[in-house]
């Protein structure tokens, strides 16, 4: 798992992590340190209910985010200010009745300003999401709380 910059990068694959249950993100927290110095755009992907949010409060917090997080379904973006990264912006997609609702809400300003976007619900942003974005995928077996992240650049 040490070499997922390396792999994600150089040979375009994916690479999966498993992550137990949300009280034990470590592995997750090391992974995505790695990451955020190459990339800053992060797509997630997931049913309902599989944990989207979750995993993107874990992420914020390990950045340093301090207070409340919630998704944004209803307004499409939450601003967070971390001590380690400065502005972190936590979109939410679902609600968007079409993709180019994103310029209404100055996507390209966001996409501008070298902040780190942790987006849910990439696909309804249809083609304004950069291709450089990382792509999360989670599959969440509900029984077990356990939950299985791909990640494809």
Same mark, same amino acid.
């Given at each position: ?18 992550? *137990? ?20 755009? @992060?797509? @997630? ?76 619900? *990439?696909?309804?942003?249809?083609? @304004?999401? *950069? ?23």
């Amino acid at each position: 798992m040490a070499d997922i910059c390396s792999i994600l990068e150089y040979c375009k694959m994916q690479q999966s992590l498993t992550v *137990p249950s949300l009280e034990q993100t470590e592995e997750l927290k090391r992974v995505f340190r790695s990451l955020y110095e190459t990339h800053t755009v @992060f797509c @997630f992907h997931g049913e309902l209910g599989a944990g989207k949010t979750s995993i993107i409060k874990v992420l914020c917090q390990d950045l340093g985010v301090q207070g409340g997080m919630s998704s944004p379904s209803f307004s499409i973006v939450n601003e967070y200010d971390s001590l380690n990264k400065g502005l972190i912006y936590h979109f939410d997609l679902y609600r968007l009745r079409e993709p180019s609702e994103l310029i209404e809400i100055g996507w390209e300003d966001y996409l501008n300003s070298d902040s780190i976007l942790f987006v849910e619900w *990439p696909d309804k942003g249809g083609g @304004f999401i *950069p291709e450089d974005a990382l792509h999360i995928f989670i599959d969440a077996d509900h029984s077990s709380d356990l939950r299985t992240l791909t990640i494809k650049n």
